[in-house]
């Protein structure tokens, strides 16, 4: 095998490993944070690749080649965070599952929103930010942003107006 | 490591050509652009790797891997994060709570959300480019899945049980 096959073949088994990894992880500990469990499992593993790494390729490696090749772990991890928000928190495809399992696979717009309505949706995410101390809900409804979400609320202003963004969602 | 300085140089040269192209271009549909920018910019990265450093050995070929792996995870951040954190739902809904003090409450926030019109605001914002992109079908308010929406449902699903993410869609 070439070269570059062989460092591209590596790169798809460490991903899938971590895969499942994470979700063996995420089975068994059905509470825990995904994202979290990524990151830990990337860094928690990145030595034992960097040690392995000759064995894991099958080739002698310098130092150098092992720090490339626990660099492309990591990096591999990095990427599975990013796919993880697409099925974790995408409306889209929340939106797609919903007309999947939908009878006849068809859904009328109201339909749609008694499964997964804007009370729904907003509701579950005022819920995470305040679990996440962006910000506080009293009983009567009233929102305090806190420290953590005026500093959020303070980038997606600044991003928005350095990109250009007028308005969304 | 100093081949890591290539896909380093790449993801800033990315960044300004994103953040002027935004800017100045002001294009519909900026994710074609950054699609383009990133492509052409791992192609760079690649001949000028290749030139500098040939593959003789398995670490300059693990170099690199990891150099456009590194490139290209830099590139999807900031993408994800013009898209996700500026674009999305919680950070739009940050957005408002950050600038609108009349929103900050629960049932005003729902129905800011809620809206005047037949769809709410964050179904308007996204059946049209679903139906425009052969995702789903309209026909007198009932939404259907067309070919490439069933795949992509299908995979969510899957996604969904393996990585045990409940419904996903931002519910907990």
Redesign the interface.
């Known amino acids: 095998m070439n070269?570059?096959a062989?460092?591209?073949v590596?790169?798809i088994a460490l991903f899938a490993v971590q895969a499942l990894a994470?979700?063996a992880i995420?089975?068994v500990r059905?509470r825990a944070n995904?994202y979290a469990l990524i990151v830990v499992v990337a860094c928690a593993t990145a030595p034992l690749v960097f040690l392995a790494g000759p064995s894991i390729?099958g080739?002698p490696?310098?130092t150098?080649?092992r720090?490339?090749?626990a660099?492309?772990h990591l990096?591999?991890g990095?990427?599975l965070f990013?796919f993880?928000?697409?099925?974790?928190?995408?409306?889209?495809?929340?939106?797609?599952?919903e007309?999947?399992?939908a009878p006849g696979?068809?859904?009328?717009?109201?339909a749609?929103?008694s499964r997964?309505?804007?009370?729904?949706?907003?509701?579950?995410?005022?819920?995470?930010?305040e679990q996440g101390h962006?910000?506080s809900?009293r009983p009567d409804?009233?929102?305090?942003?806190l420290p953590r979400?005026?500093r959020?609320?303070?980038?997606?202003?600044a991003?928005?107006r350095?990109?250009?963004?007028g308005s969304?969602? | 490591?100093t081949r890591?300085l290539l896909p380093l140089a790449a993801i800033v040269v990315f960044f300004l050509l994103s953040?002027i192209t935004?800017?100045v271009a002001?294009p519909r549909d900026p994710k074609r652009f950054f699609l383009a920018f990133a492509l052409l910019l791992l192609a760079g990265t690649a001949v000028a790797y290749l030139t500098l450093w040939p593959?003789a050995?398995?670490?300059?070929?693990?170099?690199?891997?990891?150099a456009l792996?590194?490139q290209l995870?830099a590139c999807?951040?900031m993408w994800?994060?013009?898209y996700?954190?500026?674009?999305?739902?919680?950070?739009?809904?940050?957005?408002d709570?950050?600038?609108d003090p009349s929103?900050?409450?629960?049932?005003r926030?729902?129905g800011s959300?809620?809206g005047d019109g037949?769809?709410?605001?964050?179904?308007a914002?996204?059946l049209p480019n679903?139906e425009r992109g052969g995702?789903?079908a309209i026909e007198h308010?009932?939404?259907?899945?067309r070919p490439k929406?069933?795949v992509?449902?299908?995979g969510?699903?899957a996604?969904?049980k393996?990585?045990?993410?409940g419904?996903?869609?931002?519910?907990?």
């Open positions: 070269l570059l062989r460092a591209i590596v790169a994470v979700a995420a089975a059905r995904v390729v080739r490696l310098s150098e080649g720090a490339f090749l660099l492309m990096s591999l990095g990427f990013h993880m928000t697409l099925p974790d928190r995408s409306v889209t495809l929340r939106i797609f599952v007309l999947l399992l696979r068809t859904l009328t717009l109201a749609l929103g997964y309505g804007v009370r729904t949706m907003v509701g579950s995410r005022l819920d995470q930010l962006f910000l809900i409804g009233v929102i305090t942003l979400g005026q959020f609320g303070r980038f997606v202003t991003g928005r350095l990109f250009n963004i969304a969602n | 490591m890591l953040l935004v800017r002001r593959l050995t398995i670490d300059d070929a693990l170099g690199l891997v990891s792996l590194v995870l999807l951040t994800n994060a013009f996700s954190l500026l674009w999305g739902f919680s950070g739009s809904m940050m957005f709570l950050f600038n929103l900050l409450n629960r049932e926030l729902i959300y809620v037949p769809v709410d605001r964050i179904l914002r996204r679903l995702w789903v308010q009932t939404l259907r899945l929406g069933m992509m449902a299908v969510t699903l996604a969904f393996l990585f045990s993410l419904m996903g869609g931002g519910v907990k």
